[in-house]
């Protein structure tokens, strides 16, 4: 899915910026030992789609790698990070547009809270994973 949107995005002459993709469940451990609420991060015990290899945090970049105006930064959940939020400028709605149509076409769903996420929502029947990154370049 996230070849097929890579795809898409070159034909307009633009690729993604990857933020976090997966997270191994101890890192997803430390997050909410630094977090504690259900609101910011997933309690280790249930995971999100981020530690089942399903999840991605992305933003879009032109083909030279010059990320294109968003609502918010990353990570940043004040109400402009919300999809469709009142506030923001119009190139940044208009390029988060871009992002979820070109990611929901490809199979993705997305999170109404964070215009930056998304998921297979297949991933939900996936094991949760503890697979450190020294072992995935293996």
């Known amino acids: 899915m996230l070849v097929k949107a890579a795809a898409t995005l070159r034909q307009r002459r633009l690729r993604l910026v990857v933020f976090d993709a997966y997270r191994p469940l101890s890192v997803q451990r430390l997050l909410w030992q630094a977090k504690p609420s259900r609101r910011y991060?997933?309690?280790?015990?249930?995971?999100?789609?981020?530690?089942?290899?399903?999840?991605?945090?992305?933003?879009?970049?032109?083909?030279?790698?010059?990320?294109?105006?968003?609502?918010?930064g990353f990570d940043d959940f004040g109400p402009r990070a919300r999809h469709g939020a009142d506030g923001v400028p119009v190139e940044a709605r208009?390029?988060?547009?871009?992002?979820?149509?070109?990611?929901?076409?490809?199979?993705?769903?997305?999170?109404?809270?964070?215009?930056?996420?998304?998921?297979?929502?297949?991933?939900?029947?996936?094991?949760l994973l503890d697979v450190p990154f020294e072992e995935l370049a293996r």
């Open 41 to 72: 991060v997933a309690p280790p015990d249930r995971g999100s789609s981020h530690n089942r290899g399903g999840g991605i945090d992305v933003a879009l970049a032109s083909l030279d790698g010059t990320r294109l105006e968003m609502p918010t």
């Open 94 to 127: 208009r390029n988060a547009d871009l992002l979820k149509s070109v990611l929901e076409a490809a199979g993705f769903k997305s999170l109404v809270d964070e215009w930056w996420h998304y998921h297979d929502p297949a991933s939900k029947e996936w094991p």
